[in-house]
Antibody, heavy 119, light 111 residues
Framework: QLQLQQSGPGLVKPSETLSLTCTVS??????????WAWIRQPPGKGLEYIGS???????YYNPSLKSRVTISVDASKNQFSLKVTSVTAADTAVYYC???????????WGQGTLVTVSS | QSVLTQPPSVSAAPGQKVTISCSGS????????VSWYQQFPGTAPKLLIY???KRPSGIPDRFSGSKSGTSATLGITGLQTGDEADYYC????????????FGGGTKLTVL
């Protein structure tokens, strides 16, 4: 059974960089048929797509976040990561990693990480 | 403001049927597959429907999906109190190089 385990700090200071990692177990991240995604949800609000990456390095990003976001993959560790620079309080959210079956089919999700931006 | 438009809330009695709409445009729903997610408070979303109308293993056939033009619909029959949750639609949008868009979410209340 595929599992996605998220790790990273739950508190980030304004103007600093948010960094999260998602470790995939029970399967390989080097799948031609899947992308690996980050999605976030501000408290009390809906889901927002951040971006996706293929093990080959191909990426897609939400245009509204693209200038501040980098998603990378380390196939040797079966991990992919998210970095968001210059964070503000508006970046406070629960961040989820997920597997994207290309046709917008997010079938496996991480447990979610609440990241609070505060000094 | 979400790219895909969903009603903020719907409600129905146990045993009844409810539908949740998801309205988009020619750059997203009209030319791409739609998926639907169920989310309970404090938990990760769960895939309910993918490729417009397919159900993952373990999802009961009380849940169904359809698409027509620039809109999609999630149907739930035989409502149970355990269905009370938030529901989201999602699809690909080809604008700005392509990215995933979600609906704003619909809160289902089972009265």
């Amino acid at each position: 059974q595929l599992q996605l385990q998220q790790s990273g700090p739950g508190l980030v200071k304004p103007s600093e960089t948010l960094s999260l990692t998602c470790t995939v177990s029970g399967g390989s991240i080097s799948s031609d048929s899947h992308y690996w995604a980050w999605i976030r949800q501000p408290p009390g609000k809906g889901l927002e797509y951040i971006g996706s990456i293929h093990y080959s390095g191909s990426t897609y990003y939400n245009p509204s976040l693209k200038s501040r976001v980098t998603i990378s993959v380390d196939a040797s560790k079966n991990q992919f990561s998210l970095k968001v620079t210059s964070v503000t309080a508006a970046d406070t959210a629960v961040y989820y990693c997920g597997r994207d079956g290309i046709t917008t089919k997010f079938d496996y999700w991480g447990q979610g990480t609440l990241v609070t931006v505060s000094s | 403001q979400s790219v895909l438009t969903q009603p903020p809330s719907v409600s129905a009695a146990p045993g009844q049927k409810v539908t949740i709409s998801c309205s988009g445009s020619s750059s997203n729903i009209a030319n791409n597959f739609v998926s639907w997610y169920q989310q309970f408070p404090g938990t990760a979303p769960k895939l309910l429907i993918y490729d417009n109308n397919k159900r993952p293993s373990g999802i009961p056939d009380r849940f169904s999906g359809s698409k027509s033009g620039t809109s999609a619909t999630l149907g739930i029959t035989g409502l149970q109190t355990g269905d009370e949750a938030d529901y989201y639609c999602a699809t690909w949008d080809r604008l700005s190089g392509g990215f995933v868009v979600f609906g704003g979410g619909t809160k289902l209340t089972v009265l």
